[in-house]
């Protein structure tokens, strides 16, 4: 899991790293660096599932004992974290409120399952994650070309979008992935 995390952010913290990244998108091509990004950080997600499933499987650390209620209230943040991912894709006013509601879903997520999670391996996922949010969220406002062409943005309707697919997504996300995936349940267990 260790692994999978270095290797995924190492590769997501390049685009902190202008010039790095122009160096790299020299060297391989445009459509060269974007392959090897992608498979890297697919290689990082892949060793960080598998990690973590091996560490839940067999050397489960318990650091400390969240109070049930903190488990209610993960559920409860879970729905505006994936509405914010949502509306990361789907731009209206909840994106231009957010400016980068992608990583404001994600430090939401990673919060929230620190809070109902007080194992050692659960720490270091979830704690990796919101660092990496965080520390992604402060270069943003220092990268010299972080502007670049204007997004372009809907109005009332795109936020109507977002909230009903990321809904329909956090349902989706606690009756079936995370029940299935990673073996617990989020409603009703």
Not at 78 to 98: D, E
Not at 119 to 129: K, P, R, T, V, W
């Amino acid at each position: 899991m260790i692994l999978g995390l270095v290797l995924f952010f190492g590769v997501h913290s390049l685009t902190t790293q202008r010039e790095l990244r122009a160096r790299l998108v020299t060297a391989m091509g445009d459509g060269g660096y974007k392959i090897a990004y992608s498979l890297l950080s697919a290689a990082g997600l892949a060793l960080i599932v598998w990690g973590f499933a091996h560490y839940r499987a067999t050397g489960w650390i318990d650091v400390w004992t969240p109070p049930t209620a903190f488990k209610h209230i993960t559920v409860a943040l879970m729905l505006p974290a994936v509405i914010m991912v949502v509306a990361s894709y789907v731009r209206g006013r909840i994106y231009q409120a957010l400016k980068h509601p992608l990583l404001s879903g994600i430090k939401l997520w990673a919060a929230a399952h620190l809070l109902a999670n007080g194992d050692l391996g659960s720490i270091i996922l979830f704690g990796s994650f919101l660092g990496w949010a965080v520390f992604d969220r402060i270069t943003l406002k220092h990268r010299a070309d972080a502007g670049g062409p204007p997004i372009p943005v809907g109005g009332p309707s795109n936020d109507l979008i977002a909230i009903a697919v990321g809904v329909v997504a956090y349902l989706a996300l606690g009756f079936a992935f995370h029940p299935v995936v990673i073996g617990v349940p989020v409603f009703g267990g």
